[in-house]
């Protein structure tokens, strides 16, 4: 309760002195300094203070104290530390000497927080200080009516904190919530607390029951086992005395029964030697199947060399395979190049032949002209048409150009990346098959050993019969992990497939646009040839009658 309370204190008391900083900010601007006075920042560094204090009071904070504050600090903490050492110790000889005041009352500013952290509260204390002087001192009467008012203008801020209308009231009405909950928080935790120290007394009392209960139950655990350690020794003696007499019974039977088993000695003893006979047979024919094995072992690790080369080599192939069948694409890519280029061309041979032969027909109609018609010719000449067809065709062309270059290289990403998926997927195809071929062995190894164990008879502890059996789990297992490898990736490669197609048939679309620009373009051009043909004819007329009326004018 006492810690919540502290808390509480310790916030209110945050919250008016970052209040009381905001508040003093403002009259410090009044002094209109040199130095910025905006932000914490610009406070920090002292020269702001330092040159209100000399507006203040020249007298005292003089300009060869002034002089002694350095103003450009930066992010030096040691500079500022001093500039603010300065400025604190030349307030407090202010008002031991000239105001004759003590502060001792009054706890000063702690400048390692004010530097180091940017503190509001401990800045706020440096900033009373400082107006403290400003009120105090001998020429506050000049400015003291405009300070008054913006004391009061302040002051009447700080009135507002009961009105919930402004913000100040508003954030003084959540501080009061604020409050108002943590005491009934407190009112609740208390209560929980006697409910809890009730709860631990009846607690108490049960234990202390159950540890009355706990002795006199130990004290009867100790009697029943000492009775029962009697009881075990009493039992122990009554087997034994069992046991006794059943021996005593069983070499009773034995004495009788002693010529049967003397006879039956005779026969374990022949049984012996057959034994005898037969181990030795079967050391000797262990001895082979262990030289059999070694034999096997190596002709085992010599399939197992040989099927890890066979490996090598299917991959080797699968590899070169997939680098012909790219190389295939990319001729076949190179042959479409090459016949677009050619397309080019042609189209290119055809336009320039247009040009000549528009350029000779207008170089005919100039010579069949006479010289004094020469500008009217040249006016009705539509020479802009055919520039405007030839910059609309070469603009045709570059805009072909730059659409199939940004269709090629995005039709090249795909590629590559379906390249990618391909080659992927041909190396995991070729791991499957690999690792079937693999499952297949083991397999043929698991049937061999199920036959040798048949014919020798073998026993199933033999931990040799279960290795084949694990590898065989481990490649399935394998071919299983690679299996989902391979259904992951196909959505994939279906995917960029997909995509490659949306594209081919976008530029087949972009393709059958041009080429439908192309001809509506030669539609227009052969428009403005007839029509270039039939003002031809018209000038020639007006050639004839310009010419037949200035033959009968000078008639």
């Known amino acids: 309760m006492q810690q919540i309370y502290i808390y509480i204190y310790i916030y209110i008391y945050i919250y008016i002195y970052t209040f009381?900083?905001?508040?003093?900010?403002?009259?410090l601007q009044t002094f209109k300094t040199a130095a910025p006075c905006k932000t914490v920042e610009d406070l920090t560094s002292g020269a702001a203070m330092s040159q209100a204090l000399h507006q203040i009071d020249p007298s005292w904070f003089n300009e060869s104290w002034l002089a002694r504050i350095k103003e450009d600090v930066g992010d030096n903490v040691r500079l500022k530390m001093n500039n603010l050492k300065k400025i604190l110790q030349m307030i407090v000889d202010y008002y031991n000497e000239v105001l004759a005041q003590q502060i001792t009352d009054f706890p000063l500013p702690d400048l390692m927080r004010v530097v180091e952290q940017s503190d509001q509260v401990e800045l706020g204390r440096l900033l009373q200080l400082i107006l403290g002087c400003a009120v105090k001192c001998d020429r506050k009467q000049g400015s003291y009516l405009d300070k008054n008012d913006l004391l009061t203008d302040r002051a009447s801020q700080l009135d507002t904190f009961d009105d919930p209308s402004t913000p100040s009231g508003r954030k003084h009405s959540q501080l009061q919530l604020q409050l108002e909950q943590l005491q009934e928080e407190t009112f609740r935790l208390e209560a929980a607390k006697d409910d809890y120290r009730i709860h631990c007394e009846e607690l108490e009392k049960q234990l202390v029951e159950l540890q009355h209960r706990n002795d006199e139950l130990t004290s009867l655990a100790e009697e029943s086992r000492s009775l029962k350690d009697e009881l075990d020794i009493l039992r122990s003696c009554s087997d034994r005395a069992v046991k006794l007499e059943a021996s005593v019974e069983t070499y009773r039977k034995k004495l009788e029964d002693l010529s049967d088993l003397r006879r039956q000695v005779k026969v374990l003893e022949e049984k012996n030697m057959t034994y005898m006979h037969n181990t030795v047979s079967l050391e000797e024919e262990l001895r082979k199947a262990n030289a059999a094995r070694a034999q096997l072992e190596t002709y085992k690790r010599q399939g197992q060399e040989l099927h890890r080369k066979l490996s090598d080599e299917s991959r080797r192939a699968d590899n070169l395979a997939f680098e012909m069948k790219k190389f295939q694409e990319k001729y076949d890519t190179l042959l479409k190049e090459k016949e677009r280029i050619s397309i080019e061309r042609d189209t290119l041979r055809e336009i320039n032949e247009?040009?000549?032969?528009?350029?000779?027909?207008?170089?005919?109609?100039?010579q069949a002209g006479s010289p004094s018609h020469d500008n009217l010719a040249a006016e009705m000449l539509p020479i802009e048409y055919r520039e405007k067809f030839i910059r609309l065709q070469h603009e045709n062309k570059m805009l072909q150009l730059q659409q199939e270059e940004s269709e090629n290289e995005r039709i090249t990403e795909l590629q590559e990346l379906l390249e990618e998926s391909r080659r992927g997927r041909s190396q995991l195809d070729t791991e499957n098959r690999l690792n079937r071929e693999r499952i297949s062995e083991l397999?043929?190894?698991?049937?061999?050993?199920q036959k040798a164990l048949q014919t020798q008879g073998a026993k199933p502890e033999d931990v040799s019969v279960f290795e084949p059996l694990g590898g065989l789990n481990e490649a399935q297992d394998e071919i299983m992990k690679k299996k989902e490898l391979l259904e992951d990736l196909q959505p994939d490669a279906t995917q960029t497939s997909v995509k490659m197609d949306e594209l081919v048939a976008a530029l087949k679309k972009k393709d059958e646009d041009m080429r439908a620009m192309e001809d509506r373009y030669k539609m227009y051009l052969e428009k403005a040839r007839d029509r270039e043909c039939e003002q031809a004819k018209l000038r020639e007329y007006e050639e004839k009658l310009i010419v037949t009326a200035w033959y009968n004018k000078v008639q």
Do not use: H
């Open 20 to 27: 009381v900083f905001y508040l003093y900010v403002p009259q």
């Open 354 to 366: 247009e040009l000549r032969c528009t350029q000779a027909q207008q170089a005919q109609l100039l």
């Open 443 to 449: 397999q043929q190894q698991v049937e061999d050993l």
